[in-house]
């Protein structure tokens, strides 16, 4: 299958600093890749559609400005968890796939902890 | 928006058991995963079942689309199946079910 990375796998930050997490496609081109955040004991919970060479889709009741994603190529997409706050501390994971319609595949997420 | 309910929500095994897994949604879907997270997070791929049956090893799955249920099943059991399991199904995006935390104990 195709090869997901996600970089890095764990980081701790103090509150009020940013942190950026890269997901990139190894193995194929990826248009549009997805970002996920997941709370203890609760399912994946889409935030946002990255969109290579254009703005990001964000769910409702996710910050645009908090969560700045940049797709600037067609293997890597970021994530930047801006002026971070310890109720953003979360496992992030972002997902891609050859097509929006056909298989997904997932990073090893992020498990971020802001102190 | 289509709906997706996992069953059970959580399951406790004797190494060697089988079980079944099962997903139902609303509507019909397509393009309809399976997902095993371990405990460090990192979500593997199961399936991707559509519709029909596949087997890999001591796993196997069953989609019925017309029917709007897929089911997992997990054979001879072993300490390391435990975890989550998700299905998701993909529209414009993934969306993805409550999953069942499986612990299986030797």
């Known amino acids: 299958g195709a090869v997901v990375s996600q970089h890095p796998s764990r980081v701790i930050c103090k509150s009020g600093t940013s942190v950026k997490i890269e997901c990139r496609s190894l193995d194929f081109q990826a248009t549009t890749m997805f970002w996920y955040r997941q709370f203890p004991k609760q399912s994946l919970m889409l935030m946002a559609t990255?969109?290579?060479?254009?703005?990001?889709?964000?769910e409702q009741g996710v910050e645009k400005d908090k969560f700045l994603i940049n797709h600037a190529s067609l293997t890597l997409s970021t994530l930047t968890v801006t002026s971070a706050h310890p109720e953003d501390s979360s496992f992030y994971i972002c997902s891609a796939g050859p097509s929006w319609d056909t298989e997904a595949f997932f990073g090893q997420g992020t498990r971020l902890t802001v102190v | 928006g289509i709906q997706v309910e996992q069953s059970p929500p959580d399951l406790i095994l004797q190494e060697g058991a089988n079980s079944t897994l099962r997903c139902n949604f609303s509507d019909s879907v397509n393009n309809l995963q399976w997902f095993h997270q371990n405990p460090w997070g990192q979500l593997i791929n199961l399936f991707y079942?559509?519709?029909g049956t596949k087997q890999n090893g001591r796993l196997s799955a069953t989609t019925v689309a017309t029917e709007r249920y897929s089911l997992l099943y997990i054979s001879s059991s072993q300490t390391t199946d435990s975890g989550v399991y998700f299905c998701?199904?993909?529209?414009?995006?993934?969306?993805f079910g409550e999953g069942t935390q499986l612990t299986v104990n030797p």
């Open positions: 990255s969109n290579e060479g254009s703005k990001a889709t964000y």
């Open positions: 998701a199904f993909s529209g414009s995006r993934l969306t």
């Open positions: 079942i559509p519709s």
